[in-house]
């Protein structure tokens, strides 16, 4: 990876400046999290570390369809030793066959569809919408025809080729088709489709609709052939301590993912956001309590089993910690304010109605003439008994700043 | 109403010249800012707080007819971020995410230089109004370094204009035209509750033997500390295809040799 990422920067540099836009961005990201040491899937530090920092040298290239973004990153955890490696975020060609019609080779970012927390139709890019002090994506290998007309457009896309089954969806080598159009009315339409090895079909469609200067409503559907989720296989078979990771994907027959939302905006600067959405891929509230009824019968043999077969059975069950949506259906509302002078705070509840879970987000950005400050809290809580409420990080504090060098 | 129609009686009452049809009027005014129907612009904004430079920020603007722009950010700081406007519809496209985001005219207006102001050269296609009087121009106050005052006093024709269309950034404009050549002057830019947002200012410069307006101060009621300086670097007339207005082509990199 950092010979890769070298060798891309390297010739990033390499080719001429005059002809070629290029920029490079530095950018500080701290984060310190406080442990929830109540909850049932806290095993403690090292295994849940509560301070990380990512810094992180961004050079973007474009010499006419040639596109390069890199990273270099330096990053530190407490109590580990610091990393450092370069990404290829992307490195790909756009070029054109005709009028209209163009062709895409390389890696490049694919984000398709609607939605602010939750992004059914990105069949391709899957990106984590809720993660705190995100890092910049990394697109998949693609090779991609794009047909445009004036409100039109179709892209044919075969990403990962030649990989065959990928470790995740990500991964996954698969054929994804976007079709999008706007339509007499001013309606944004989508519709995706993809087929791969883990999912099988994916379809979906959606739409954005603007009313009036300030309302806009939006709303998007998925089916896929095959759900997958993590659960840990000592439910249902009667154990209670592994030898070994039992977390493993559960393959299930169809589900659908889907968004609706509305936003307005005012021309004071305030704006508000509610979505909805429901993800097959997550847990429902029955699969909770039976993960946490399993950690607690492993709890209770505290003094009879090997506290470290304990603690470790503990920290594979909270893997199920790490999807993008813990429980299936979600609900975001969202305050923004901006002043208009690089000033824009905001405001996020996340509720999970099935179990009365919450997490709070605030928020700031400051942004200067070549210099930006993000700050964010984030605080999960809740009901008793629900999945964020039992997480085992309680609260997150971040910061991101960003230098723009030229 | 009462004073549409005393504006109408006084239009009547003006000189023929005057009381010119204000559709022809905002068209030899638009000619001053663009010579041609597609162009791309090249513009830099100065954004300056209680008198001193804060922010800079370079854009490139492509126009077609029919209410078309295409805003690329070129600053560091906002590098890969595009705005596309067709009549009165909006995406923007943030490079981190490489999709694009369907936004509402007042989600346009934020930021701290409203891409409104800058991909907004005409008002033929988005203004109708009644000439309202003719006045002494108006003379730029004496603290703007980049606007001076004529050395001698010139007559204008007061415009009162309304919003023709959905999605434009002003719903009304008091307009300033020199009258002999229709030379834009200056602006008052108001916003739907009728509030003055703005005050323009158009500073020409002669360009190939032809007065051309190559800056534009905006001076902000809400925030009056703030000055921004829209300076045109270059108008070249440019007609870029169709199918780079669509906007799920925001994310190719189609418009680098354009």
Request: charged share 25%; glycine share 8%; hydrophobic share 40%.
């Amino acid at each position: 990876m950092v010979k890769r990422g070298a060798a891309s920067c390297l010739l990033a540099l390499a080719l001429p400046a005059g002809a070629a836009e290029f920029n490079a961005a530095l950018m500080v990201a701290p984060e310190v999290d406080t442990p929830n040491t109540a909850s049932p899937y806290y095993v403690g530090p090292p295994l849940v570390p509560d301070r990380a920092s990512r810094q992180d040298l961004e050079l973007r290239l474009r010499e006419g369809g040639f596109n390069v973004q890199e990273t270099l990153r330096w990053q530190t955890i407490r109590d580990r030793t610091p990393e450092q490696h370069g990404i290829a975020n992307q490195f790909y060609y756009d070029g054109e066959l005709g009028d209209g019609l163009g062709w895409t080779a390389g890696k490049k970012l694919m984000s398709w569809g609607v939605g602010f927390g939750f992004k059914p139709l990105d069949v391709v890019q899957r990106e984590n919408r809720r993660l705190v002090n995100r890092p910049a994506l990394v697109g998949a290998p693609v090779l991609a025809v794009e047909r445009f007309t004036a409100d039109e457009a179709w892209t044919v896309a075969w990403t990962h080729p030649g990989r065959g089954e990928g470790s995740d969806d990500f991964r996954d080598a698969s054929l994804a088709l976007r079709w999008y159009r706007l339509s007499a009315g001013g309606d944004d339409l989508h519709a995706v489709a993809r087929l791969s090895h883990r999912r099988g079909l994916e379809a979906g469609v959606g739409a954005t609709r603007v009313i009036g200067e300030e309302w806009s409503i939006y709303g998007a559907a998925l089916y896929e052939r095959r759900t997958r989720r993590l659960m840990n296989m000592l439910v249902g078979n009667g154990g209670t301590l592994a030898a070994a990771d039992p977390m493993s994907e559960q393959v299930g027959g169809g589900g659908t993912k889907a968004v609706a939302g509305a936003q307005w905006t005012g021309a004071s600067g305030w704006s508000t956001l509610a979505e909805a959405w429901y993800d097959a891929d997550a847990y429902s509230r029955a699969q909770w309590q039976r993960l946490d009824a399993l950690t607690a019968s492993q709890h209770a043999l505290a003094g009879i089993a090997p506290a470290a077969a304990i603690a470790g059975n503990v920290a594979w069950s909270s893997q199920a910690y790490l999807t993008p949506n813990l429980l299936r259906e979600n609900l975001l509302l969202r305050l923004g304010y901006d002043d208009r002078d690089g000033f824009r705070p905001y405001a996020e509840l996340l509720a999970t109605p099935r179990d009365g879970g919450r997490v709070w987000t605030i928020g700031a950005a400051f942004e200067g003439n070549r210099q930006r400050l993000a700050l964010g809290l984030r605080q999960a809580g809740g009901a008793d008994g629900s999945a964020y409420a039992r997480a085992p990080i309680r609260r997150a504090a971040w910061a991101e700043w960003r230098l723009a060098l030229f | 109403m009462s004073r549409r129609l005393a504006a109408l009686a006084l239009a009547v009452a003006l000189p023929a010249s005057a009381a010119e049809n204000v559709a022809a009027l905002l068209k030899q005014a638009d000619a001053f800012r663009l010579p041609a129907e597609s162009v791309r612009v090249e513009t830099q904004v100065e954004l300056y707080k209680n008198g001193a430079l804060d922010k800079e920020r370079l854009y490139t603007v492509y126009v077609k007819p029919g209410r078309r722009s295409l805003v690329l950010m070129k600053s560091p700081s906002e590098i890969g971020q595009k705005v596309l406007m067709l009549a009165d519809q909006f995406w923007l496209l943030m490079p981190e995410s490489q999709r694009p985001l369907r936004i509402t005219a007042s989600q346009k207006l934020l930021g701290e230089a409203s891409t409104g102001d800058i991909a907004s050269m005409t008002w033929s296609e988005d203004y109708d109004g009644v000439v309202e009087d003719e006045v002494d121009c108006p003379v730029p106050p004496p603290n703007l370094p980049e606007a001076t005052a004529p050395p001698k006093p010139r007559r204008c024709l007061h415009l009162d204009l309304a919003q023709a269309r959905s999605g434009v950034t002003y719903a009304r404009i008091e307009l300033y035209l020199e009258k002999s050549i229709k030379l834009p002057i200056k602006a008052d830019l108001y916003v739907g509750s009728g509030k003055r947002a703005k005050e323009a200012w158009y500073v020409p410069k002669p360009i190939e033997g032809q007065q051309r307006i190559m800056a534009m101060l905006l001076l902000d009621d809400i925030q009056p500390n703030r000055r921004t300086v829209v300076h045109y670097r270059s108008i070249v007339p440019k007609a870029a295809p169709d199918e780079f207005f669509n906007p799920a082509a925001l994310v190719r990199n189609s418009l680098s040799g354009w």
